[in-house]
């Protein structure tokens, strides 16, 4: 079953479709039906595209002068807008590329009364993708704010430790959805900040409320047991300063993806992504924390 199925004229795939695609399913690790991830050499295209139709919770149709050209793509629409309607649910994701509702209106009636995401010549890829994933994955979607709240701290801070003010940058908080925790989690996460709080100035209350937020709370205190052993070891290697350890606990969090940007040497970094590899080798740490540090 795929989270979703992307219907688009083959002239848009270059600057929306393949970038789109490619960050829900790359980045956010959502399951896509698009063409060139799921089709192979041999495959029947009429049985595969059917296949995907039917095999998708949502279907993103990307609108545009070219799509209203093509026979195949109003096939897929007519398709999904069956599915619809068997259902008795929205699949329909509509992104207008380029074009007027009036012009949608020529085309049908129903599509031009739905709520649409517009886009224009400068698009926002990650902006699209982030929309269309609170929609068919709310369950990522409330977990990236951390994600991109490190990146970009690490891109944009020149300071050297993080505090409560740049922690309440985050454009998109989740809902608390625990109203608290049990001594036992409590402790752990006691444990975990006390062994950051030199260069994460954030008060364990304010630590704690983002777990709280957590969709799946458990593993996530399990994961970040395993990424802040992992960021000891690597600080017990040698004597570090204050920026050098902010940087190295940037990168562990981020599963060791960041860019390297502090004075390490190559050596250095092979052997801190040995130590944070080491730790979550056995677990998929992308999928259980539902977007990444």
Known sequence: MWDVFISHASEDKELIVRPLAKQLSEVYKAK??????????????????????????????????????????????????????????????????????????????VLADKFAIGLNNEIDVDDLATKILKIIRP???DNISRMQYFERLLKDSKQGMISNKDFLKITRIPPIRHEKLSTQMSARLKLIHNAIKDIDLR???????????????????????????AYLDCINKREMSIEEKTTLYLHTLSLGNNDKTANFSNNEWIMFSEIIKNYIKNINAG????YKF
Not at 287 to 290: D, N, Q, S
Request: proline content about 1%.
């Open 32 to 109: 896509v039906w698009y063409d060139e991830f799921s089709l192979e050499y041999g495959d029947s295209l009429l049985d595969s595209i059917e296949k995907g139709l039917q095999n998708s919770k949502y279907g993103v149709v990307v609108f545009s002068q070219d799509f209203f050209k093509k026979i195949w793509t109003d096939h897929e629409y007519k398709s999904l807008r069956t599915k619809e309607m068997l259902l008795n649910k929205k699949v329909i994701i509509p992104v207008w590329y380029n074009i007027t509702k009036e012009e949608i209106s020529k085309y049908s009636l």
């Open 139 to 141: 369950d990522i979607y």
């Open 203 to 229: 008060t364990y209350e304010v630590y704690e409320e983002d777990f709280r937020r957590s969709a799946n709370i458990d593993r996530e205190i399990i994961i970040t047991e395993l990424l802040i052993a």
């Open 287 to 290: 999928i259980v924390l539902e």
